[in-house]
């Protein structure tokens, strides 16, 4: 039994598209690195300068212990404060706008890429193969006799 499940494990994990997954995943992990470091340290400090010095991160409400105001976040949280942290969300929302784009961007290159080489299959096709006149079938250019419906083309 366990070595019927090792077995099966094994077959699983040498599946061509786990391993592709495992790829994609660690692709993934460092780009979305990529991407924090682009917003934190690229695009918020020009907003937060066009907005008057704002620090994103840094924007939060006390909601516990009422009335206490802290210099920071960081002074905050090490005192205990219950926060609602939304200048970070602020930033999340900025970084998954910036993943969406790139993903666009990412798909539409692969796609123009994908149209582009089915389209040059079609014309190597196209001067390759003829449609029979009576079935319609796809036969080589050369063909005096259709292998499908064995019609004489001529």
Same mark, same amino acid.
Do not use: W
């Given at each position: 039994?366990?070595? =019927?499940?090792?077995?099966?494990?094994?077959? #699983?994990? %040498?599946?061509?598209?786990?391993?592709?997954?495992?790829?994609?995943?660690? *692709?993934? $992990?460092? #780009?979305?690195?990529?991407?924090? /470091? %682009?917003?934190?340290?690229?695009?918020?400090?020009?907003?937060?300068? %066009?907005? +008057?010095?704002?620090? #994103? /991160?840094?924007?939060?409400? /006390?909601?516990?212990?009422? +009335?206490?105001?802290?210099?920071?976040?960081?002074?905050?949280? $090490?005192? +205990?404060?219950?926060?609602? =942290?939304?200048?970070?969300?602020? @930033?999340?929302? *900025?970084?998954?706008?910036?993943?969406?784009?790139?993903?666009?961007?990412?798909?539409?290159?692969?796609? $123009?890429?994908?149209?582009?080489?089915?389209?040059?299959?079609?014309?190597?096709?196209?001067?390759?193969?003829?449609? &029979?006149? #009576?079935? &319609?079938?796809? *036969?080589?250019? @050369?063909?005096?006799? &259709?292998?499908?419906?064995?019609?004489?083309?001529?």
């Amino acid at each position: 039994m366990l070595k =019927n499940l090792t077995k099966e494990l094994k077959e #699983f994990i %040498l599946r061509g598209n786990v391993l592709d997954m495992a790829v994609g995943i660690i *692709i993934g $992990a460092s #780009f979305g690195k990529i991407v924090d /470091s %682009l917003v934190k340290d690229i695009i918020m400090p020009p907003i937060g300068v %066009l907005l +008057g010095k704002v620090d #994103f /991160s840094n924007l939060y409400f /006390s909601i516990y212990p009422v +009335g206490e105001n802290y210099k920071s976040l960081a002074d905050a949280q $090490a005192a +205990g404060a219950v926060t609602i =942290n939304y200048g970070m969300f602020i @930033n999340t929302i *900025i970084s998954f706008i910036v993943v969406a784009i790139a993903v666009f961007f990412v798909i539409k290159a692969i796609t $123009a890429m994908q149209n582009k080489f089915a389209a040059e299959e079609k014309v190597e096709e196209a001067a390759t193969t003829k449609e &029979c006149p #009576f079935c &319609c079938s796809s *036969i080589p250019v @050369n063909a005096k006799k &259709c292998p499908n419906c064995t019609s004489d083309l001529g």
